[in-house]
């Protein structure tokens, strides 16, 4: 065995157990039996929790399953942005930081709780003023601004569906998103700030919205001077919209299975999904997750590190955090602009308790060194996390290491469509660097054949969960049969398309995707999308797409495409492919190499094995090559 991998082997056999003091400070200190009880009663367990919240009407059944279909909290009537706010505006929390907003030139907003209730309430007001009324779809295209949750929490109030499309996305991209939810508004702002260089963001949605017949406003919150030009009455400027309108607004009272927001997501097809999550039971979910993964208290400072354009920024920067009433920190911009020290300042400067982030990022503030978080007082850290894709052994020691090597580290699993984390430690649990641990408490999460049989101790099979959760996706937007599949796929389970080992103790070691999805900087994108945009170029005539292991971002992009008759490979051709994926899809899309090849493995029906390519790029064997045209 090469040397590298005993290392790692090793490494994987590290246990680091919680202090005696972490223990005790813990909502949950015996994780063993709090699990074997949740999960003897499930219902009973997620109706204890969903009481912990307001509801204007109680459910009568905690859960109707008509398999493949959940209903949680049947009968009853909630709302998820009162649960946010008004619970909490009520009492002397109305008072606390409910958000910290750092911008990238280092501008600083605070929001109490009061504050931006009343944001929200003129917001809300402002949609009431358009004629939106509940079940209409609003499209977000902001970027990383207080008015995004102000904008999501505003179409929870009256019941509208918000779909937010992360602000990296190109026009043609946002267009077929607007398109498929049929919004008939766009909130947007006129730029976005990436390493101090202003992204224009309104040209996209001009762009976007050409052919969206649904589409009758644009409201643009503008930060430049001088503002854009808008063109009225279509285009509302977001500071006139809200001024005027009174600052109280009734939440809506809604049935628990209301729509709350649709969230476009990759699959392995060209078309991407709309996953639809609900108010009641993916309310209960993230209030759940969020208290007890970080073990949230009241003098909490909670900062994520994500963009609310993708689920983590859903379910653990805006509704998990404020069903808690917790003080949110959320920073635009990268880690390492204008220096790579730029996130351990946020956490001295303001006293960061908990600190959630990517396995990406480590690895980016790694190749940095340890230099410059020790330029750092980062003591007031409590609890870290960690998301979006497997988090490697070194980076996992790195940032334990770094922020003074006691903090455990909660690395969390899930997905867009479970809507809060799944697979996850808590602080009073043993940690395996490298393992996302077990299941969270009333979530049967299982590793299994193709048959849905359990595997035994370390063979590899596939995530799945066997009992339905209450955050879970209710349905793919317009798209019922791409939700069967999830549950069809391997029987009597519902297939998260991750391939992953449970060790001896039950620890999940979640090892990728099993299918044509990849994961670049922890971004879902698939194969298959970056595939349609490469052949929409004229010289194009067929595109293959692998996903490549790479030491930063997880995977990078490979492409392997075939010319048209009449075109030549060329330094200028590769560089026109990429410009081309850029602007038929955005940044996240664009391979990071491009090869021209002259024909591409396929099966005698015609299909491209992938994996044969990939085999071949890195140096492996391609394992069963029958069904090999030739
Ligand atoms: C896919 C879901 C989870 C919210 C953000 C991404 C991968 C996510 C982990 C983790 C290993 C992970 C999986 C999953 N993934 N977290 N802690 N360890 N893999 O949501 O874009 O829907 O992607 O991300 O492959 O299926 P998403």
Not at 71 to 81: D, L, Q, R, S, Y
Not at 188 to 208: E, N, S
Not at 498 to 522: E, L, N, S, T
Request: proline letters at 7%; hydrophobic letters at 40%; charged letters at 25%.
């Amino acid at each position: 065995m090469a040397d590298d991998k005993v290392d790692s082997l090793l490494k994987e056999g590290r246990v680091y157990r919680p202090s005696q003091e972490t223990v005790a400070s813990t909502y949950i200190q015996d994780y063993e039996t709090a699990y074997r009880e949740s999960i003897q009663n499930p219902e009973a367990f997620w109706g204890q929790a969903a009481k912990e919240l307001d509801w204007f009407t109680p459910w009568n059944k905690v859960l109707e399953w008509n398999y493949p279909w959940a209903k949680w909290f049947v009968g009853g009537t909630c709302n998820m942005a009162y649960n946010c706010l008004d619970r909490h505006v009520k009492t002397w929390r109305r008072h606390k930081v409910a958000v910290i907003w750092v911008g990238e030139k280092g501008e600083e907003r605070i929001f109490t709780y009061a504050e931006l209730y009343r944001q929200v309430c003129r917001c809300a007001n402002a949609l009431k003023s358009l004629g939106l009324r509940k079940g209409d779809r609003v499209t977000i295209y902001l970027p990383k601004i207080p008015e995004q949750m102000v904008a999501m929490l505003a179409c929870a109030r009256l019941g509208l569906i918000h779909s937010v499309v992360y602000s990296g996305f190109s026009a043609p991209a946002l267009e077929s998103r607007i398109q498929d939810a049929e919004s008939r508004l766009v909130i947007t702002a006129d730029v976005g700030y990436d390493r101090g260089k202003a992204i224009h963001l309104k040209p996209v949605v001009d762009q976007a919205v050409a052919h969206c017949r649904t589409v009758e406003h644009v409201v643009v919150v503008r930060r430049e001077q001088p503002g854009v030009t808008l063109s009225a009455p279509k285009e509302i400027d977001w500071e006139d919209w809200l001024r005027d309108q009174p600052v109280a607004c009734e939440a809506e009272p809604l049935d628990s299975e209301t729509p709350l927001y649709i969230l476009y997501t990759s699959g392995t097809t060209g078309k991407p999904k709309g996953v639809v999550h609900v108010h009641g039971g993916y309310m209960v979910g993230t209030y759940l997750t969020t208290k007890y993964v970080f073990n949230l208290k009241e003098d909490d400072l909670y900062f994520c590190v994500a963009d609310p354009g993708w689920v983590t920024g859903h379910s653990y920067i805006v509704y998990g955090p404020l069903l808690n009433g917790a003080t949110i920190l959320t920073a635009e911009g990268k880690p390492d602009y204008p220096n790579p020290g730029r996130w351990w300042d946020i956490i001295a400067k303001y006293g960061v308790t908990v600190f959630y982030t990517t396995p990406t990022a480590i690895r980016l503030l790694m190749r940095y060194g340890e230099d410059w978080p020790k330029k750092y007082d980062l003591t007031s850290l409590r609890v870290l996390g960690s998301v979006g894709e497997p988090i490697n052994p070194e980076a996992w020691e790195w940032f334990h290491r770094v922020t003074g090597g006691k903090k455990p580290i909660m690395d969390t699993w899930w997905q867009t469509e479970t809507g809060m984390i799944l697979v996850t430690p808590l602080p009073s649990v043993p940690l395996k660097p490298g393992s996302a641990t077990r299941p969270f408490l009333g979530v049967e999460a299982d590793v299994v054949d193709r048959e849905g049989k359990s595997l035994p101790a370390n063979a590899g099979g596939f995530a799945v969960v066997k009992k339905p959760w209450p955050a879970m996706m209710r349905t793919i937007y317009k798209d019922p049969d791409r939700y069967q599949v999830y549950w069809n796929t391997i029987p009597n389970c519902y297939t998260a398309g991750d391939v992953c080992r449970k060790d001896k103790d039950g620890y999940f070691w979640f090892m990728g995707r099993a299918d044509d999805v990849i994961k670049v900087a922890g971004n879902r994108i698939g194969t298959a999308e970056v595939e349609s945009a490469l052949v929409s170029h004229p010289a194009v005539a067929e595109a293959a797409v692998i996903g490549k292991p790479h030491p930063t971002v997880g995977e990078s992009i490979k492409a392997f495409v075939i010319l048209k008759q009449g075109h030549q490979e060329s330094p200028e051709l590769i560089q026109s492919l990429k410009n081309h994926v850029l602007t038929e899809l955005g940044k996240i899309g664009v391979p990071a190499e491009i090869d021209i090849v002259p024909s591409l493995p396929k099966t005698r029906s015609g299909k491209i094995m992938r994996r044969v390519l990939k085999a071949k790029e890195l140096g492996q064997d391609a394992g069963d090559i029958s069904t090999l045209e030739d």
